[in-house]
T-cell receptor, first 111, second 115 residues
């Protein structure tokens, strides 16, 4: 079974401070991991995916298979980063394409 | 094509009534997913389609729930004999077959309130 854990429901930082949103997963296969973001009054949207190894809006995330983690990081937070962030795990096999989401972390960046 | 469209945006219904939601995916996306989200929780998988075929259903999807995707285009999710526990945001998403690399494109959701 797939499981995604985001241990922090709320995370507050000041503008310019580093931020790390934690995500741990449980999956016996080869994982595909994503971060989705939901800004206020907007729909859920893809932020980044581990397979692309990209940086979006200054955010990066590295898949650590040994620790089964996929933490989201940004060295200098901005006020516009305030949003709900969800970590999601993609399944393989017959469920290919299905995503399992964590409970989400609300990030607040104070001025 | 303006993305994934869901209707209605809000629905208030009395307990015991039936409701139906519609999702129009991105036209070239052949996979369509339904998720449910309750307050303080992440989206939970309900079911998904590849073209018109329903490939998987979650245990969350009781026999009161039914989803269809005729002709592999839009999809409907019907809830019969609604209960207060059905109150949630129902999200639809679409993607291309064979990869999760592109991720999903989500709709804005339909918020159901059962009174």
């Amino acid at each position: 079974a797939q499981r995604v854990t985001q241990p922090e429901k709320l995370l507050s930082v000041f503008k310019g401070a580093p931020v790390e949103l934690k995500c741990n997963y449980s999956y016996s296969g080869s994982p595909e991991l994503f971060w989705y973001v939901q800004y206020s009054r907007q729909r859920l949207q893809l932020l980044l995916r581990h397979i692309s190894r990209e940086s979006i809006k200054g955010f990066t995330a590295d898949l650590n298979k040994g620790e089964t983690s996929f933490h989201l990081k940004k060295p200098f937070a901005q006020e516009e980063d305030s949003a709900m962030y969800y970590c999601a795990l993609g399944a393989g096999g017959t469920s290919y394409g299905k995503l399992t989401f964590g409970q989400g972390t609300i990030l607040t960046v104070h001025p | 094509d303006t993305g994934v469209s869901q209707n209605p945006r809000h629905k208030i219904t009395k307990r015991g009534q039936n409701v139906t939601f519609r999702c129009d995916p991105i036209s070239e996306h052949n996979r369509l997913y339904w998720y449910r989200q309750t307050l303080g929780q992440g989206p939970e998988f309900l079911t998904y389609f590849q073209n018109e075929a329903q490939l998987e259903k979650s245990r969350l999807l009781s026999d009161r729930f039914s989803a269809e995707r005729p002709k592999g285009s839009f999809s409907t999710l019907e809830i019969q004999r609604t209960e207060q526990g059905d109150s949630a945001m129902y999200l639809c998403a679409s993607s291309l077959t064979g990869t999760t690399e592109g991720g999903y494109t989500f709709g804005s959701g339909t918020r159901l309130t059962v009174v």
